[in-house]
């Protein structure tokens, strides 16, 4: 019983001094696959992932910035197009981004960049992904 109980005052300390070496605010956003091929006729979901290593909760929007002409692009949950994320303190969230070509879209590299800001402004992210199309199958 002793040996658990300083135990869990040793894990208690220990992630006392993580807290401490965080700083009040660092909000960070990731694609996973910032560069995908693809087949003409498929379409696009990546993982975009945002990282809240600070001491405090945060909200951030987040929005497609810019899409190419003849892509319908979104970041969405398991069910809803989203317009922003509450990440709380020490954890991470993850949203997906969609794209859906023009059946008349033509193979080539498309660009689209995903833009990301806290209320204040303090932290303003942004992110390129590249899709390129394949007029075949992908290798």
Known sequence: MLVGL????????AEEQDDKNKPDRLVLMAVEYPGVK??????????????????KNE????????APEGWQARLKT??????????PSGDNKTLTFEAD???????GNYEFRIAAQTPDG?????QTIMVTVKAGEVD
């Not at 087949?39 to 001491?55: L, R």
């Not at 909200?59 to 810019?66: D, H, K, L, P």
């Open 122 to 126: 303090r932290f303003k992210m942004s």
């Open 78 to 87: 398991y069910r809803f197009d989203v317009t922003g994320v509450h990440i």
């Open 6 to 13: 300083i135990g869990s005052q040793t894990l208690g300390f």
């Open 59 to 66: 909200n951030v929007g987040v929005r497609v910035e810019a």
């Open 38 to 55: 693809i087949a003409k006729d498929e379409d696009v979901s990546i993982d975009v992932i945002f990282y809240n290593k600070g001491k």
């Open 101 to 107: 070509p023009d059946e008349n879209i033509q193979p």
